[in-house]
T-cell receptor, first 111, second 117 residues
Framework: KNEVEQSPQNLTAQEGEFITINCSYS?????LHWLQQHPGGGIVSLFM???GKKKHGRLIATINIQEKHSSLHITASHPRDSAVYIC?????????????FGQGTILTVHP | GAVVSQHPSRVICKSGTSVKIECRSL??????MFWYRQFPKQSLMLMAT?????????EQGVEKDKFLINHASLTLSTLTVTSAHPEDSSFYIC?????????????FGSGTQLSVL
């Protein structure tokens, strides 16, 4: 069974704190995606990873293929980072194919 | 950046009516469109995958005669919820896969909150 588990489910932080969200999956994947969903539902694709590490601004995503684990880090967190962060994986040889989603991590950053 | 425009953002309808949701890729050609559904406090779930000009592939448990998907062009896909019932009330969102500035990308619409009375 293809499963995607995220932790924590809820995360509260003070502005400026370093934040880590974790994602584990059960079988081999083509790629892993980190998504951001804002109140109201719109989704933004943050990263697509198949190996290693990617950085964009204050966001860093890493993946360990052997351990079937990925982390999303936010440095110097800000209240505007408050959102739901979703890990999703794609299988079957294509990075942008059908996605299986984790349950999401609700992040709240207080000023 | 590339944008997927999804309309309407919110719709309230009576039980038994049909609702059409539209997703349009604004500055790239969407070779594949994915439609998802999200119930409150649950994960996004894939409903169907459609490739331009061909019939959609539905996930197990999704009724193809109830959720009609049309992907007639590389920039437009529609999802029609036919004979809607209260249990169809959910958040529906599309994503589009295509080439943007030479790279394959995946972009999401802004979602549609459907409430069936």
């Amino acid at each position: 069974k293809n499963e995607v588990e995220q932790s924590p489910q809820n995360l509260t932080a003070q502005e400026g704190e370093f934040i880590t969200i974790n994602c584990s999956y059960s079988v081999g994947i083509s790629a892993l995606h980190w998504l951001q969903q804002h109140p109201g539902g719109g989704i933004v694709s943050l990263f697509m990873l198949s190996s290693g590490k990617k950085k964009h601004g204050r966001l860093i995503a890493t993946i360990n293929i052997q351990e079937k684990h990925s982390s999303l880090h936010i440095t110097a967190s800000h209240p505007r980072d408050s959102a739901v962060y979703i890990c999703a994986v794609s299988f079957g040889g294509t990075s942008y194919g059908k996605l299986t989603f984790g349950q999401g991590t609700i992040l709240t950053v207080h000023p | 950046g590339a944008v997927v425009s999804q309309h309407p953002s919110r719709v309230i309808c009576k039980s038994g009516t049909s609702v059409k949701i539209e997703c349009r890729s604004l500055d790239f050609q969407a070779t594949t469109m994915f439609w998802y559904r999200q119930f409150p406090k649950q994960s996004l779930m894939l409903m169907a995958t459609s490739n331009e000009g061909s019939k959609a592939t539905y996930e197990q448990g999704v009724e193809k005669d109830k959720f009609l998907i049309n992907h007639a062009s590389l920039t437009l896909s529609t999802l029609t919820v036919t004979s809607a019932h209260p249990e169809d009330s959910s958040f529906y969102i599309c994503s589009a896969r295509g080439q943007h500035r030479g790279n394959e990308k995946l972009f999401f619409g802004s979602g549609t909150q459907l409430s069936v009375l």
